[in-house]
Protein backbone atom coordinates (compact mmCIF):
# COMPACT_ATOMS: atom_id res chain seq x y z
CA UNK A 1 0.00 0.00 0.00
CA UNK A 2 0.80 3.61 -0.80
CA UNK A 3 2.73 5.17 2.35
CA UNK A 4 0.43 7.91 2.29
CA UNK A 5 -2.65 5.83 2.02
CA UNK A 6 -1.42 4.12 5.08
CA UNK A 7 -0.89 6.53 7.24
CA UNK A 8 -4.17 8.43 6.93
CA UNK A 9 -5.75 5.05 7.54
CA UNK A 10 -4.25 5.10 10.78
CA UNK A 11 -5.53 8.14 11.51
CA UNK A 12 -2.53 10.37 11.43
CA UNK A 13 -3.82 14.19 11.44
CA UNK A 14 -0.27 15.08 9.01
CA UNK A 15 -1.14 12.98 6.65
CA UNK A 16 -5.15 13.50 6.36
CA UNK A 17 -4.36 17.16 5.81
CA UNK A 18 -1.54 16.24 2.70
CA UNK A 19 -3.60 13.74 1.33
CA UNK A 20 -6.93 16.57 0.92
CA UNK A 21 -4.04 18.92 -0.52
CA UNK A 22 -3.20 16.11 -3.29
CA UNK A 23 -7.01 15.77 -4.02
CA UNK A 24 -7.26 19.55 -4.03
CA UNK A 25 -4.52 20.08 -5.82
CA UNK A 26 -5.91 17.28 -8.32
CA UNK A 27 -2.74 16.26 -8.74
CA UNK A 28 -2.03 12.31 -10.25
CA UNK A 29 -1.61 10.65 -7.26
CA UNK A 30 -4.82 11.51 -6.38
CA UNK A 31 -6.93 9.05 -8.10
CA UNK A 32 -4.27 6.38 -6.73
CA UNK A 33 -5.20 7.59 -2.82
CA UNK A 34 -8.60 7.05 -3.64
CA UNK A 35 -8.34 3.85 -5.14
CA UNK A 36 -6.64 2.59 -1.98
CA UNK A 37 -8.99 4.54 0.71
CA UNK A 38 -11.77 3.42 -0.74
CA UNK A 39 -12.50 -0.17 0.49
CA UNK A 40 -11.93 1.55 4.04
CA UNK A 41 -14.59 3.74 3.67
CA UNK A 42 -18.58 4.15 4.50
CA UNK A 43 -18.85 4.01 8.04
CA UNK A 44 -18.99 7.83 8.85
CA UNK A 45 -21.96 9.63 9.02
CA UNK A 46 -22.23 12.24 6.37
CA UNK A 47 -24.16 15.94 7.40
CA UNK A 48 -24.94 18.69 5.06
CA UNK A 49 -24.94 21.99 7.00
CA UNK A 50 -26.20 24.74 4.07
CA UNK A 51 -27.39 27.85 3.67
CA UNK A 52 -27.36 31.75 3.64
CA UNK A 53 -23.93 33.49 4.53
CA UNK A 54 -23.91 34.67 7.64
CA UNK A 55 -26.79 32.62 8.88
CA UNK A 56 -24.50 30.68 11.28
CA UNK A 57 -23.77 27.63 10.04
CA UNK A 58 -20.36 27.93 11.61
CA UNK A 59 -21.68 28.66 14.79
CA UNK A 60 -24.13 26.01 14.16
CA UNK A 61 -21.05 23.56 13.07
CA UNK A 62 -18.45 24.51 16.17
CA UNK A 63 -21.26 23.85 18.95
CA UNK A 64 -22.09 20.33 17.00
CA UNK A 65 -18.76 19.81 17.24
CA UNK A 66 -18.72 20.34 21.07
CA UNK A 67 -21.59 17.72 21.11
CA UNK A 68 -20.61 15.25 19.40
CA UNK A 69 -17.12 15.14 20.82
CA UNK A 70 -19.07 14.96 23.96
CA UNK A 71 -20.20 11.36 23.14
CA UNK A 72 -16.68 10.45 21.92
CA UNK A 73 -17.06 10.72 18.34
CA UNK A 74 -14.79 11.71 15.82
CA UNK A 75 -16.20 15.10 13.81
CA UNK A 76 -14.54 16.32 10.69
CA UNK A 77 -15.47 19.37 8.59
CA UNK A 78 -15.23 20.29 5.57
CA UNK A 79 -16.04 24.18 5.02
CA UNK A 80 -17.28 24.41 1.27
CA UNK A 81 -16.86 27.93 -0.81
CA UNK A 82 -17.72 27.66 -4.24
CA UNK A 83 -16.89 31.21 -4.68
CA UNK A 84 -14.13 30.72 -3.55
CA UNK A 85 -10.87 29.63 -6.02
CA UNK A 86 -8.36 28.95 -2.83
CA UNK A 87 -8.85 27.04 0.12
CA UNK A 88 -9.12 29.18 3.01
CA UNK A 89 -9.38 32.21 1.90
CA UNK A 90 -12.95 33.05 2.34
CA UNK A 91 -13.66 31.61 4.93
CA UNK A 92 -10.59 32.02 7.51
CA UNK A 93 -12.96 33.65 9.96
CA UNK A 94 -14.46 30.21 10.55
CA UNK A 95 -11.33 28.72 10.99
CA UNK A 96 -10.83 31.33 13.35
CA UNK A 97 -14.04 30.47 15.29
CA UNK A 98 -13.37 27.23 15.36
CA UNK A 99 -9.69 27.17 16.22
CA UNK A 100 -10.60 26.06 19.82
CA UNK A 101 -10.68 22.88 18.66
CA UNK A 102 -7.50 23.03 16.88
CA UNK A 103 -5.74 20.89 19.46
CA UNK A 104 -8.47 18.52 19.43
CA UNK A 105 -7.00 15.53 17.67
CA UNK A 106 -10.69 14.20 17.52
CA UNK A 107 -11.10 16.92 15.26
CA UNK A 108 -10.23 17.39 11.74
CA UNK A 109 -11.33 21.24 9.92
CA UNK A 110 -10.62 21.92 6.55
CA UNK A 111 -11.66 24.33 4.20
CA UNK A 112 -11.51 23.77 0.36
CA UNK A 113 -12.64 26.22 -2.67
CA UNK A 114 -13.70 25.20 -6.35
CA UNK A 115 -10.88 23.67 -8.32
CA UNK A 116 -12.32 25.39 -11.35
CA UNK A 117 -13.53 22.11 -13.25
CA UNK A 118 -16.96 20.50 -13.63
CA UNK A 119 -18.45 18.80 -10.70
CA UNK A 120 -14.91 19.64 -9.42
CA UNK A 121 -16.03 20.53 -5.96
CA UNK A 122 -18.32 18.27 -5.33
CA UNK A 123 -15.84 15.52 -6.48
CA UNK A 124 -13.30 16.80 -4.10
CA UNK A 125 -15.47 17.57 -1.42
CA UNK A 126 -16.78 14.09 -1.97
CA UNK A 127 -12.90 12.62 -1.82
CA UNK A 128 -12.07 14.84 1.26
CA UNK A 129 -14.63 13.29 3.13
CA UNK A 130 -13.61 9.58 1.82
CA UNK A 131 -10.27 10.61 3.55
CA UNK A 132 -11.94 11.18 6.53
CA UNK A 133 -13.94 8.32 6.37
CA UNK A 134 -11.04 6.06 6.02
CA UNK A 135 -9.00 7.65 8.73
CA UNK A 136 -11.89 6.75 11.20
CA UNK A 137 -13.90 9.84 11.46
CA UNK A 138 -17.45 9.01 12.55
CA UNK A 139 -19.37 12.15 11.88
CA UNK A 140 -18.43 14.85 8.63
CA UNK A 141 -20.36 17.54 8.37
CA UNK A 142 -19.98 19.71 5.04
CA UNK A 143 -20.58 23.46 5.64
CA UNK A 144 -21.29 24.85 2.41
CA UNK A 145 -22.48 28.65 1.56
CA UNK A 146 -25.18 29.88 -0.49
CA UNK A 147 -27.52 28.27 -2.21
CA UNK A 148 -26.40 27.92 -5.29
CA UNK A 149 -26.26 25.08 -7.95
CA UNK A 150 -22.85 23.63 -6.17
CA UNK A 151 -24.47 24.12 -2.69
CA UNK A 152 -27.47 21.28 -4.08
CA UNK A 153 -24.47 18.80 -5.80
CA UNK A 154 -22.54 18.60 -2.59
CA UNK A 155 -26.07 18.24 -0.28
CA UNK A 156 -26.45 15.17 -2.61
CA UNK A 157 -23.53 13.94 -1.22
CA UNK A 158 -24.44 13.78 2.20
CA UNK A 159 -26.93 11.63 4.29
CA UNK A 160 -28.42 14.05 5.96
CA UNK A 161 -28.91 17.89 4.86
CA UNK A 162 -29.61 20.75 7.52
CA UNK A 163 -30.68 24.00 6.34
CA UNK A 164 -30.25 26.73 7.95
CA UNK A 165 -32.22 29.92 7.85
CA UNK A 166 -32.50 33.12 9.95
CA UNK A 167 -35.67 35.12 9.76
CA UNK A 168 -36.32 38.45 8.24
CA UNK A 169 -33.44 38.10 5.52
CA UNK A 170 -36.93 38.39 2.93
CA UNK A 171 -35.22 35.49 0.86
CA UNK A 172 -36.44 33.01 2.17
CA UNK A 173 -38.93 32.07 -0.49
CA UNK A 174 -36.00 32.51 -3.10
CA UNK A 175 -33.82 29.81 -1.60
CA UNK A 176 -36.64 27.57 -1.16
CA UNK A 177 -36.83 27.95 -4.71
CA UNK A 178 -33.50 27.41 -5.76
CA UNK A 179 -34.36 23.34 -4.83
CA UNK A 180 -33.09 23.39 -1.06
CA UNK A 181 -36.64 22.50 -0.40
CA UNK A 182 -36.17 19.41 -2.21
CA UNK A 183 -32.56 18.28 -0.57
CA UNK A 184 -33.24 19.94 3.19
CA UNK A 185 -34.08 17.00 5.65
CA UNK A 186 -33.92 19.39 8.58
CA UNK A 187 -34.57 22.89 8.51
CA UNK A 188 -33.09 24.97 11.21
CA UNK A 189 -34.55 28.48 11.50
CA UNK A 190 -30.74 29.79 13.59
CA UNK A 191 -31.37 33.15 15.29
CA UNK A 192 -34.13 32.79 17.04
CA UNK A 193 -33.51 35.55 19.77
CA UNK A 194 -34.69 37.71 16.40
CA UNK A 195 -37.87 39.15 15.71
CA UNK A 196 -39.61 37.99 12.72
CA UNK A 197 -39.28 33.64 13.78
CA UNK A 198 -42.66 32.53 14.19
CA UNK A 199 -43.43 34.20 10.89
CA UNK A 200 -40.31 32.26 9.15
CA UNK A 201 -41.36 28.67 10.75
CA UNK A 202 -44.97 29.55 9.53
CA UNK A 203 -44.18 30.28 6.05
CA UNK A 204 -41.71 27.06 5.94
CA UNK A 205 -44.67 25.13 7.24
CA UNK A 206 -47.29 26.35 4.56
CA UNK A 207 -44.08 25.44 1.46
CA UNK A 208 -43.67 22.35 3.17
CA UNK A 209 -47.26 21.32 3.30
CA UNK A 210 -47.56 21.58 -0.43
CA UNK A 211 -44.47 19.22 -0.97
CA UNK A 212 -46.13 15.83 -2.37
CA UNK A 213 -45.32 13.43 0.43
CA UNK A 214 -47.12 9.88 1.24
CA UNK A 215 -46.52 7.78 4.70
CA UNK A 216 -43.13 6.66 3.53
CA UNK A 217 -41.43 10.37 3.21
CA UNK A 218 -39.53 11.95 5.84
CA UNK A 219 -41.68 14.76 7.16
CA UNK A 220 -38.36 17.51 7.13
CA UNK A 221 -38.98 19.14 11.27
CA UNK A 222 -38.55 22.57 11.49
CA UNK A 223 -36.35 23.50 14.51
CA UNK A 224 -35.70 27.27 15.92
CA UNK A 225 -32.37 27.39 17.10
CA UNK A 226 -29.96 30.30 18.55
CA UNK A 227 -26.46 28.83 17.92
CA UNK A 228 -24.74 31.14 19.36
CA UNK A 229 -25.99 30.71 22.75
CA UNK A 230 -25.90 26.89 21.78
CA UNK A 231 -29.88 26.51 22.30
CA UNK A 232 -31.80 23.98 20.57
CA UNK A 233 -28.36 22.21 19.19
CA UNK A 234 -29.49 19.15 20.86
CA UNK A 235 -32.69 19.13 19.57
CA UNK A 236 -31.20 19.39 15.66
CA UNK A 237 -28.53 16.39 16.79
CA UNK A 238 -31.37 14.31 18.05
CA UNK A 239 -33.59 15.14 14.29
CA UNK A 240 -30.14 14.04 12.35
CA UNK A 241 -30.20 10.66 14.49
CA UNK A 242 -33.89 10.55 13.66
CA UNK A 243 -33.26 10.84 10.57
CA UNK A 244 -30.53 8.62 10.42
CA UNK A 245 -32.74 5.84 11.94
CA UNK A 246 -35.40 6.39 9.28
CA UNK A 247 -32.51 6.19 6.41
CA UNK A 248 -31.57 2.93 8.25
CA UNK A 249 -34.50 1.52 7.67
CA UNK A 250 -35.40 -0.18 4.45
CA UNK A 251 -32.03 0.09 2.83
CA UNK A 252 -32.86 3.72 2.30
CA UNK A 253 -28.96 4.60 3.34
CA UNK A 254 -28.20 1.99 1.11
CA UNK A 255 -29.94 3.23 -2.15
CA UNK A 256 -29.19 6.74 -1.68
CA UNK A 257 -25.26 6.16 -1.12
CA UNK A 258 -25.76 3.94 -4.36
CA UNK A 259 -27.47 6.96 -6.18
CA UNK A 260 -24.36 8.54 -4.81
CA UNK A 261 -22.07 6.18 -6.02
CA UNK A 262 -23.28 6.66 -9.45
CA UNK A 263 -22.97 10.11 -9.54
CA UNK A 264 -19.55 9.88 -8.37
CA UNK A 265 -19.06 8.12 -11.16
CA UNK A 266 -20.68 10.52 -13.86
CA UNK A 267 -18.62 13.35 -11.79
CA UNK A 268 -15.16 11.59 -12.40
CA UNK A 269 -16.39 11.08 -16.33
CA UNK A 270 -17.66 14.52 -16.61
CA UNK A 271 -14.98 15.92 -14.76
CA UNK A 272 -11.78 13.99 -16.80
CA UNK A 273 -13.87 14.78 -20.39
CA UNK A 274 -14.25 18.89 -19.01
CA UNK A 275 -9.99 18.41 -18.60
CA UNK A 276 -9.80 16.65 -21.68
CA UNK A 277 -11.64 19.16 -23.58
CA UNK A 278 -9.72 22.03 -22.10
CA UNK A 279 -6.30 21.17 -22.72
CA UNK A 280 -7.57 19.42 -26.73
CA UNK A 281 -8.90 22.93 -27.56
CA UNK A 282 -5.76 25.11 -25.66
CA UNK A 283 -3.39 22.40 -28.31
CA UNK A 284 -5.56 22.73 -31.58
CA UNK A 285 -7.55 25.99 -31.27
CA UNK A 286 -5.04 28.05 -30.47
CA UNK A 287 -2.64 27.20 -33.41
CA UNK A 288 -5.25 29.26 -35.39
CA UNK A 289 -6.00 26.17 -37.95
CA UNK A 290 -9.62 25.66 -36.55
CA UNK A 291 -10.46 28.88 -35.31
CA UNK A 292 -10.09 30.55 -38.76
CA UNK A 293 -11.39 27.89 -40.46
CA UNK A 294 -14.57 28.36 -38.23
CA UNK A 295 -14.43 32.16 -38.43
CA UNK A 296 -14.23 31.66 -42.27
CA UNK A 297 -17.15 29.14 -42.42
CA UNK A 298 -15.26 26.38 -43.61
CA UNK A 299 -16.12 24.39 -41.30
CA UNK A 300 -18.74 24.49 -38.21
CA UNK A 301 -18.29 24.42 -34.71
CA UNK A 302 -20.10 20.50 -34.67
CA UNK A 303 -17.81 19.46 -37.03
CA UNK A 304 -15.14 20.16 -35.28
CA UNK A 305 -16.08 19.15 -31.65
CA UNK A 306 -17.09 15.57 -33.43
CA UNK A 307 -14.08 15.60 -34.98
CA UNK A 308 -11.96 15.75 -31.36
CA UNK A 309 -14.67 13.52 -29.78
CA UNK A 310 -13.98 10.80 -32.17
CA UNK A 311 -10.66 10.89 -30.75
CA UNK A 312 -12.02 9.67 -27.66
CA UNK A 313 -13.57 6.31 -29.56
CA UNK A 314 -16.84 7.04 -27.78
N1 LIG B 1 -28.40 36.87 17.08
C1 LIG B 1 -27.80 35.74 16.75
N2 LIG B 1 -26.64 35.77 16.10
C2 LIG B 1 -26.05 34.58 15.78
C3 LIG B 1 -26.63 33.34 16.10
N3 LIG B 1 -25.83 32.36 15.63
C4 LIG B 1 -24.78 32.96 15.03
N4 LIG B 1 -24.90 34.29 15.13
C5 LIG B 1 -23.96 35.32 14.62
O1 LIG B 1 -24.12 35.46 13.21
C6 LIG B 1 -22.89 35.81 12.60
C7 LIG B 1 -22.58 34.86 11.45
O2 LIG B 1 -22.36 33.56 11.96
P1 LIG B 1 -21.57 32.45 11.18
O3 LIG B 1 -21.61 31.23 12.02
O4 LIG B 1 -20.23 32.92 10.74
O5 LIG B 1 -22.48 32.27 9.88
P2 LIG B 1 -22.19 31.45 8.54
O6 LIG B 1 -21.72 32.40 7.51
O7 LIG B 1 -23.51 30.86 8.16
O8 LIG B 1 -21.18 30.38 8.84
C8 LIG B 1 -21.85 35.76 13.71
O9 LIG B 1 -21.60 37.05 14.13
C9 LIG B 1 -22.53 34.96 14.80
O10 LIG B 1 -22.07 35.28 16.08
C10 LIG B 1 -27.89 33.34 16.78
O11 LIG B 1 -28.48 32.32 17.08
N5 LIG B 1 -28.42 34.57 17.09
MG1 LIG C 1 -19.42 29.86 7.85
Known amino acids: MNELAGKIISGDIRSIARGITVIENDDAGSALLLKELYRHTGQAYLIGITGPPGGGKSTLVDKLIKLYRGQKKKVGVLAVDPS ?27 SMGSRGHLGGLALSTSDAAKILDAAGYDIIIFETVGIGQSEVEVAGRVDTTVLVTVPGLGDDVQVLKAGTMEIADIFAVNKA ?5 ERCVIELGQLLSIKEMDQSTFLPPILQLVAKDNIGVAELASAVGK ?31 DKWARARLTREMEAGEDLEGLYQKRTDPYTVAERFIKELQI
Open 193 to 197: DREGV
Open 84 to 110: SPFSGGAILGDRVRMQQHATDGGVFIR
Open 243 to 273: HREYLMADNRLDQKRKARLKSEVHNIIINRL
